[in-house]
């Protein structure tokens, strides 16, 4: 998977996860059961879908709960870069390297003339999808699952089954905020095995490129 696909995929997924919501919806408001949903019948919602999954994508909406998992993955790779490192650094000049992410572009640089590393990136952007893609689920459900609820009371007649739906999309919720807890643990662990890697093979280099930072 290239990082050209990855991002392609980040602004596809989030527009389809809102166009099932639309469908959904849609579908229940014409007194519609699950079997005779037809996607092909909500054309127009799969553009107005994709507009808002742009939308969300440059708002960086996933931020609110990729962020604080980037930064346990990003301090990982910096701090496992510094233990590799085998000269004597002071505290300002630690600090000063992990709040630079010119120490990350030392990984970076690594793995792109490393056909081995090259490989082994491949499952990690896999996993970077699966971790986006599962902080997209978490929010959209939550909010999805909001409009169903409110339009129970707005919709009388028809507040049995929003309040179902609202259930159910609260459920997957939890589903996929856990999915994205195990995706963070896997891109840890990938993260270890290419600097383990980086360690066994790189570690003259990772120190040269260090004392030229510093």
Known sequence: ????VLKSLRVLIPGLLIYMGFVVFFSVNENKEIDEIKLGDYNW????ALVFGGLYHMLNVRHLITNRSYKQIDLNIKNSLLKIYDGQLSDDERKKLIQN?????IFYKIIDNDESLKK???QVYFNGLFWTSTADAFIISIISSLIYFISAFVFHDLKTVFISWSSI???LTGISYFLHLLSINSHIKLSNDQLSYIEQHYAGQVNQYINELL
Do not use: E, P, W, Y
């Open 169 to 171: 999309l609260l459920l």
């Open 120 to 122: 082994k990136s491949q």
């Open 1 to 4: 998977m290239t990082q050209t």
């Open 101 to 105: 992410n010119s120490i990350k572009n």
């Open 45 to 48: 919602a799969l553009v107005v």
